[in-house]
């Protein structure tokens, strides 16, 4: 698996298709839930199979399923933190628009680095319908708050 979920994959409700077990989808979204601190690029698919966990079905599981098998083939992917590194703080922001086939909504996030270090992210549902790219960029400039970051005396 080269990507935690495949470019052409959408989940939505999925009505129609079988139910699986509540209890054990939700294990399995809490043990990925627990590695994204130090695997942030799966992140955004994980918290998009949460959204699931009260009605569950088997295209929910198949997504989660990729995810671990993603996992199983990257390894060597994660967080490093080097002590060697400037201490400049530098910060993106992203977004979609439209991305989420059910209400339309985009999604925006965000990334603040320490030099090299990733030390905060964020992705989520913007709260209002964008009616175009730039309105969604902006809204995910504006509206994202970091995370309280380290202060300089504690580094």
Partial sequence: M???????????????????????????IGSLLYL??????????????ARYQASPKTSHRQAVKRIFK???????????????SSLSLRGFSDADHAGCRIDRKSTSGTCQLLGTSLVSWSSRNQAS????????E??????????????ASQI
């Fill in 2 to 28: 080269t990507t935690p979920m495949s470019t052409n994959t959408a989940l939505d409700a999925d009505e129609d298709r079988e139910a699986v077990d509540q209890k054990k989808f939700r294990e399995m």
């Fill in 36 to 49: 994204t601190a130090t695997r942030p690029d799966i992140q955004f698919v994980v918290c998009l199979c």
């Fill in 70 to 84: 993603y996992q199983k083939f990257t390894p060597e992917l994660g967080l490093w933190y080097s002590s060697g």
């Fill in 129 to 136: 319908v964008s009616l175009s790219t730039t309105k969604a």
């Fill in 138 to 151: 902006y809204i995910a400039l504006v509206h994202h708050k970091p995370a309280s970051l380290p202060q």
